[in-house]
């Protein structure tokens, strides 16, 4: 019935599963990763056809997680490629896409005392296939904060300070090797300062004495993280996003920029 | 059929729809209220009743509202009480609460340039009926900061400083008469500084001082608002909760009390 | 400060003010109107200016609010034209972007019983401004319901039904006069039945029977809706997502396509 | 400072950390799990006391993590254990819980073609500590569905079929050894039929007609819920609620309910 032509003969442009719960592990640099993720799989259906066959859709999921289980795939982005190869063997596509999100835990040592502190990053990863050419696109959601230098100039030192979040998008070619905690140190640079889950008095009038003499409005958390990206990233598309939760209004600030690399 | 016996006789304590969007007009100490809140309506059942008749709930509900168009309640808990008034007269209950979640938004003045602000707070309003006694329970959840007193002491004058957010909770009789409004000063009073949708220089400035002049852990927070709110309202339960956003950490702070008058 | 020349001289796409919650007032084809929105304001920002004057974003939307209290404005793209032009006064910007996020309660009848029910419908008004030039992006998010006809098929009439969500935008020119009421009927329709707030058993046989009429996959929704939104409204870019809430998998499906008129 | 004498002497019943995400592994029967959950730690504070010192609550944390990556603990009430064993030796307090939420992915057969599919449950673990004695709460969330007996009588065999979520608690003493899994298979023996990732054509008809054999309210489902777990279930106490995500309505309906086993 899915084949048959439908009332409206129109062309779709992205048809398929979303927010699929499910398990997948890689193997990354020699460290595993157990990743509990949200999925969207989409493709393109052609105007004569009624509907996808919506469960080989998951099923390119779930053999490609039940391979994973024997012979763990080097990073997100080869999951999704091999879900799309797959895909490509049992349902005909022109374009399909892949969103991998996710939380990416990595372990830090606290600035001033060393201890061991766990800090976690919102993670997305975009794989797509388009008469068979792969690209990617790499997204991190980090948690920094901004602190008001004009506050600070006009109070003569004092200033709000507040939680900021700030995500970078990379888009380019699949093979471009590009490692998510790069992309995490890109932006965390360029917050006043960095945080910590754990910190110790002498830990925290470190990162305190950091943000007051690094005071930086929301706009300048965004260039800085641009700024990074393109020194960084070669043939990417990049795309920040910073969100500042004002400490002395209800709403938020955001600053939005992009460039080419 | 919901007046059948069913399979498993076991008394249920809430049945009833839940989500339920809809409109809500008041008129409050002369000043008409249009609200747009997402109603909860629960009723027990008894074990040997399958089902609640679910579509009468739902008409308690909308008979109230087409009244209202006409000749408006004086509060949201009036509504509330309309609402469970008319059901008790169409469908058998011994228990039922109906919650009432929308935003109240208040014009006021920034506290330097004196220029009008619209400021917004989320308000709950439960109003519960057994054996035909009316109680009520009204919670305010109020926007602020807090300022650590612990970092500006090591630092010598600097601090971290955060959005927070504070509940405050008071269930009591029917007809023991409360303001919202009185309810959200309790609240912020007791963060460093109250917070504003507009801020020109001046009202930022003064904001600014006023935070450092005040430092607060999330602590002081909520035990200034149980002392506030105990002083205020009397023959009442108060619950209250604070979440701090920390700006040097990913996860958040959090201090909870309750207080009898 | 915020004019000042900033460390990395990029120029940003959009700066400003998000999740701005405020009350605005409309008087559209002369029914008062009061809702309770999300707003983001947003201007692009030169390579050479450090910040935005983010007090007079918000003070063009509270300005704004201050009058409508007196003289309304016919729509909610009304309040956002009104804003930017404001903000033109007080700020320099060669493009700049308000987006009004809230909940349009319709009333209805219920379809045999004719008893008044309230609709709910989630509202998304964009009103841009670049060169002096406005246009205007409306959305509709409506929720229905979808029929698998495959199910239907393979088991001589049984199926499995779930709520599905769709949102349909029109991106124009800005006097293109739209009603998001018209917006909201091409997506009822297309939907195997619109639903109710209120159902009596009489109503909810109808609506039942004609689910089972009707069965439709999410690909079939979405068609419908492009191919009544083209015929309903001209010199538009439309876009349609539809989501099924699957109930008899933990995930959704997903369709979407777009069309120019 | 935070031993000082606040300036309200009030006790607090909890002050932590919440919204905290970490990593966390165990070994249940033999397999092993990665979790990455959102964690809360919160203890009682004396009204003597002006605030809790958070870096150690943090600490026992991530302590725990540490010794677990050499030694995984068995199961995530035993991390929450081991947590609060650890924080009792650094930190005063009467009382102290720890609130751990994340997904559970377990593997399971598609019911007729026996396919490889992957289910995600909701899962929340508190384990709490009053004058030395510990005790548990642990909950699932269950994505299945409801079938309207009621119109499927008036229809004469068609209905409105829903998702539906449920969620089951049981409270009970720390050594009352429950398996998450068998609290998932009380909730999914409830529904009208359990849910898949993956349906091939025949596992799809055998749901649908599994469905319409088994008409059943949201409150039919919580008292099955009640009823199965009661049973299993020992010295426990039960409550239970369950959501139905109407498929002719925009609102939800719902009913809960509670036992003692």
């Known amino acids: 019935m899915q084949d048959d032509k439908p009332q409206v003969q129109e062309d779709l442009e992205r048809v398929g599963v979303t927010n699929l719960k499910t398990i997948v592990l890689t193997e990354w ?11 969207e799989l989409v ?9 996808a066959h919506m469960s080989r859709l998951v099923e390119s999921i779930t053999e490609s997680i039940e391979e ?10 080869d999951v999704g490629k091999a879900i799309l190869e797959k895909l490509s063997g049992t349902h005909p596509f022109n374009k399909a896409r892949i969103s991998i999100d996710t939380e990416l835990v990595i372990p830090r040592k ?8 766990m800090e976690s990053y919102g993670i997305g990863v975009k ?31 004092k200033s709000h300070i507040q939680r900021a979040e700030a995500f970078l998008e990379l888009e380019t070619r699949y093979d471009n090797l590009i490692d998510l905690e790069d992309m995490v140190s890109c932006v965390e640079q360029a917050f006043p300062s960095e945080v910590y889950g754990l910190l110790k008095t002498e830990d925290e009038v470190y990162i305190v004495e950091k943000m007051f003499a690094n005071p930086k409005f929301v706009e300048d958390v965004t260039r800085g993280i641009l700024d990074a990206a393109r020194k960084r990233f070669k043939k990417c598309r990049i795309n920040v996003r910073t969100v500042s939760q004002e400490s002395i209004h209800r709403h938020d600030v955001v600053a939005e920029g992009s460039a080419v690399s």
């Open 29 to 39: 640099k020699g460290r595993k990763y157990t990743f509990t993720p949200k999925i």
């Open 68 to 77: 994973e289980i024997v012979l763990r795939h080097g990073s997100l982005e």
């Open 43 to 51: 493709i393109d259906l052609d105007g004569k056809k009624r509907g």
């Open 110 to 117: 606290t600035p001033k005392t060393g201890k061991m502190t």
């Open 127 to 157: 794989v797509s296939r388009e008469d068979g050419v792969y690209r990617k696109a790499l997204t991190v959601a980090v948690i920094g904060n901004t602190v008001c230098p004009h506050a600070m100039e006009k109070t003569g030192g």
